[in-house]
């Protein structure tokens, strides 16, 4: 088939769900179709300015940027007008007829299972263009790419039933028309003054002339008639360079919309003017809500780059460190040069320094809110911590210059409370501290209820010791560059340097002394039972109710790294735990009587220890039939 033909094709998604569960959620918002497509046009826009700095041809003769709405009464449609970038054939297919690109399996399971939050969904999800079927039962796109020729136009047209068309068409202008062909019972959206006021609301931010056509008074008729003149009707001019004091709340938060296409207000902003040596503006967000591709650190764009209020582009990834991937905003550079390369900004000492402040930002915000006595900020920061403190952790191994800062913003479940939320920080812990304590104790589980019901916090408990309870993926890893604070050590409780005997009274110390020579033997005969399992067996303090627990020696891995680092495919070296004991158990004192079954409870012991730990057994047949054998024993025992 030639391609001038037109052609029908399918769309790469379950559209008829989409739309319907789109239009559904978002029904009593309707008006958001037109920010979503005065935001594409001028992202457009955008991307025209930003090619054409190398290709200054692009612009064919038609500098003057801007977008433009129609509206007609009689054909009952609503027009919006570019002449940015446009599509050609292949992008229109591509960026069109590719619905929730970025995941839509995933995207209709969340829309369907978590109807409270849809449209702050769709907006994560890339599907703004289709909002306009919210209000429209047809849609018509005519776009032109810049640079190719008038021929070479398409006419992309659908009524979100499952397939568009698309066809080559004549089209003099370059940029992109979409028109809205509204469903009965849109009219309302057909009158000047409403689609002004929707300009108004959510793009006035924006630094483009929206134009429309001036409405005039017909004195014959005696009422308003559309003229032949456009007007602006947005301030059209970059949010960002103007004082703080001449922008509203309501502004800051539809410009955060505009550039992060998330549907959700922000949690915070901060809005700077930065002078010296660099001079740049720097408007920066934290959203609400994390995003869905948050873990993906290849996953970047949530910076965009100005110079000289010219776009550059919108995944500087440079000014931002990874471990803040989750920041939105916009950074307009004075310094940096307009024919600006990602090269350039690897190596430019300007950057550094952008890079840098916009950081110590960033971190003074949050500060601000989780040192702040004010209860509602507190919240704030424990939303921001619920929804961004795993990646905010990854700072301390990727931020030595602020790794102070970022640990001071730490939260931590802890056995103060009782509760697996995260609202400790390091500070509160050493306020609580007890007399002597010298010592940050922390125990990693895969789970909270692993980690609480864990042998090693049972001389915690008994000698009221809190304890950090840390059960994040990211925990192991940043307590590798995190081992002291405020000069004191993080040590975990299940490490086998702790000195324990410090934590035990007078009593306990005798106890511990005599218990050594009680079982030495039996220690030495375990040992040799258990093999090359183990690296030790001891006895140990550190046990009040459980029979035996594991702990690794003081270099080595522990049990729930070796964990991770084998799930995620890692080579991880052969390191034997040590085996404890608690000689007052009755189990363990059995052993001193136990001649023919001796092995048997050795076995038994070490297998509780792994799975208490979080563990699993190489051979769990073994395990069980070893247990049902010393069940029925017991029975025998009891039966004679």
């Avoid at 440079?318 to 004075?334: C, E, T």
């Avoid at 007890?434 to 916090?457: D, G, M």
């Avoid at 410090?502 to 258990?530: G, P, S």
């Avoid at 046990?543 to 799930?567: F, V, Y």
Wanted: hydrophobic fraction near 35%; charge should be negative; aromatic fraction near 8%.
């Amino acid at each position: 088939m030639a391609e001038s033909e037109k052609q029908t094709m399918g769309f790469q998604a379950e559209v008829k769900q989409l739309l319907q569960l789109m239009i559904h959620s978002l029904y009593s918002n309707k008006e958001i179709f037109l920010r979503e497509l005065i935001s594409n046009a001028s992202d457009a826009i955008d991307r025209l300015r930003y090619e054409a700095l190398d290709k200054p041809e692009l612009q064919e003769h038609d500098p003057d940027l801007k977008i433009r709405i129609f509206f007609n009464p009689e054909a009952r449609t609503i027009t919006i007008s570019d002449n940015g970038i446009g599509m050609s054939r292949e992008e229109a297919v591509t960026h069109l007829g590719t619905i929730a690109k970025s995941g839509t399996k995933e995207f209709i399971s969340r829309l369907s299972n978590d109807q409270k939050k849809n449209d702050a969904l769709i907006g994560q999800f890339g599907v703004g263009f289709y909002s306009g079927f919210i209000v429209a039962d047809k849609i018509t796109v005519e776009s032109r790419r810049a640079g190719l020729a008038a021929n070479e136009a398409i006419r992309w047209e659908s009524t979100g039933e499952g397939d568009f068309t698309i066809e080559n068409i004549e089209k003099s202008s370059r940029g992109t028309d979409i028109t809205l062909h509204l469903r009965e019972g849109e009219d309302d959206f057909l009158t000047n003054w409403r689609l002004k006021a929707i300009i108004r609301k959510y793009s006035d931010h924006i630094s483009l002339p929206i134009q429309m056509l001036k409405e005039e008074w017909d004195s014959e008729a005696k009422t308003m008639k559309t003229g032949t003149e456009l007007e602006t009707i947005n301030q059209a001019n970059a949010l960002w360079a103007r004082s703080k004091t001449d922008i509203t709340d309501e502004q800051y938060r539809e410009f955060y919309k505009h550039i992060s296409h998330d549907f959700n207000d922000p949690l915070i902003w901060t809005h700077n003017k930065v002078e010296g040596r660099t001079e740049y503006n720097q408007l920066l967000y934290i959203p609400k809500e994390a995003p869905f591709d948050l873990w993906d650190r290849n996953k970047r764009g949530g910076i965009k780059l100005y110079v000289k209020r010219v776009f550059i582009m919108d995944d500087a990834e440079q000014l931002m460190p990874v471990y803040l991937r989750f920041v939105r905003g916009v950074i307009d550079s004075n310094d940096l040069p307009l024919d600006v390369s990602r090269e350039i900004l690897q190596e430019s000492r300007d950057v550094k320094m952008i890079r840098d402040g916009s950081t110590r930002r960033v971190l003074s915000m949050l500060e601000e809110l989780a040192g702040s006595d004010d209860p509602a900020k507190k919240e704030l920061y424990a939303t921001f911590w619920q929804q961004f403190g795993q990646v905010l952790k990854e700072g301390i191994g990727e931020d030595p210059t602020n790794k102070e800062r970022i640990a001071k913003l730490l939260r931590f479940a802890s056995t103060h409370n009782d509760s697996d939320i995260q609202n400790v920080s390091l500070d509160d812990y050493i306020s609580r501290m007890k007399e002597n304590q010298v010592r940050i104790f922390y125990i990693t589980a895969e789970n909270y209820t692993a980690a609480k019901n864990s042998p090693h916090l049972e001389i915690f408990r008994k000698k009221g010791i809190e304890v950090l309870i840390l059960t994040d993926r990211v925990d192991e890893w940043m307590l590798s560059f995190l081992q002291e604070y405020n000069e004191k050590n993080l040590v975990s409780v299940a490490q086998g340097s702790l000195d324990l005997l410090k934590l035990a009274d007078e009593e306990e110390t005798k106890l511990n002394e005599e218990n050594q020579t009680e079982f030495k033997d039996i220690l030495e005969k375990m040992k040799n039972v258990l093999g090359d399992k183990v690296k030790d067996v001891r006895v140990t303090v550190r046990l009040t109710e459980s029979p035996s627990c594991l702990i690794a020696d003081e270099n080595d891995l522990s049990g729930n790294l070796q964990r991770m680092l084998k799930a995620a495919g890692q080579k991880v070296p052969n390191m034997k735990p040590i085996l404890e004991i608690n000689p007052n158990h009755p189990l363990v004192r059995t052993l001193k009587y136990e001649g023919p079954h001796f092995n048997d409870w050795t076995n038994l012991l070490f297998d509780q220890a792994v799975l208490a730990e979080g563990g699993s057994l190489k051979d769990p047949a073994a395990f069980v039939k070893l247990m049902n054998n010393m069940l029925l024993g017991t029975l025998e025992k009891k039966n004679d």
